[in-house]
C-alpha cells in the first residue's frame, strides 16, 4: 500500500527526522511512536504531501506517490479538525465529501450515528466540543473512499468509548482491505490489529 525510502526532512538546514525506510501492507497499521519533537507529525505531512521532503522517494500501491495518486489514495486525520465553524455537522460531511469523494455505500446522517453524533446534525460545528468536532473529522475519515488513512494521534481529546471508537473504526477499514498510520506517544494502546512498529526519535 505504501513504501517510504532513504525519506528525511528538514528544518532551517537542522534534521528533523531521516532517513526512514518502512512500508504497509493492505490489511495492516503501522503504530509510529516517539517523544514529543521526534517529527511523527511532520512525517505524516509529508507522506499527505503537504510537505515536501528533502530526499527519499514514497511509493503508493506500487507507483510513484505524485499529488493526484495522494489525492486519491490518502485519507488524513490532523490535529486540527479541519471544520468550518458555521456549517452544520451535516453541511460540514457534505462539503467534504464534495472536495474529496465518498465511499458510496456511506451516508452523512450514518456516518454521524457511526461516531456518536446522532442527534448533532444540524449543531453548528463552532458550538461542538473538541471531543465532538473529533468525532465529527472520525466521521469524514469513515465516509472516505481512500484506501490509506493517515491517523496522527487520533485518539487525543477522546474518551475511552472514543478510543474504542477510533480502534473500530480501525478495525473495520483494515478488514476491507485499507492500511493505516497511527502515531502515538505511547499512551494507548495500539489498535487490536495486524501492526508495525516505526520508533521515531529526535534528531540529533
Not at 17 to 46: H, M, S, W, Y
Not at 84 to 97: P, T, V
Request: aromatic share 6%; hydrophobic share 45%.
Amino acid at each position: 500500500m505504501l513504501y517510504a525510502r532513504g525519506l528525511r526532512f528538514a528544518r532551517n538546514d537542522e534534521p528533523v527526522f531521516g532517513p526512514l525506510e518502512f512500508a504497509v501492507e493492505a490489511g495492516e497499521a503501522l503504530l509510529v511512536q516517539g517523544d514529543n519533537g521526534a517529527g511523527k507529525t511532520t512525517l505524516l505531512r509529508v507522506l499527505a504531501g503537504l510537505l515536501r521532503a528533502d530526499h527519499g522517494e514514497v511509493a503508493l500501491q506500487g507507483q510513484p506517490a505524485d499529488p493526484a495518486r495522494r489525492a486519491r489514495a490518502i485519507a488524513y486525520l490532523g490535529h486540527l479538525p479541519g471544520l468550518k465553524a458555521d456549517l452544520s455537522a451535516l453541511e460540514n460531511l457534505d462539503f467534504l465529501c464534495g472536495l474529496h469523494g465518498r465511499r458510496p455505500s456511506q451516508d452523512a446522517a450514518g456516518a454521524l450515528a457511526t461516531v456518536g453524533l446522532a442527534g448533532y446534525e444540524d449543531a453548528l460545528a463552532r458550538q461542538l466540543s473538541a471531543g465532538q468536532k473529533k468525532r465529527l473529522s472520525l466521521a469524514r475519515l469513515w465516509m472516505s473512499p481512500a484506501p490509506l488513512w493517515l491517523l496522527d494521534e487520533p485518539y487525543a481529546n477522546l474518551d475511552l468509548e472514543g478510543i474504542e471508537l477510533v480502534n473500530r473504526m480501525v478495525q473495520a477499514h483494515l478488514r476491507e482491505g485499507g492500511a493505516a498510520l497511527v502515531t502515538t506517544h505511547g499512551a494507548y494502546a495500539a489498535p487490536p490489529v495486524r501492526t508495525r512498529l516505526l520508533v521515531m526519535e529526535k534528531a540529533a
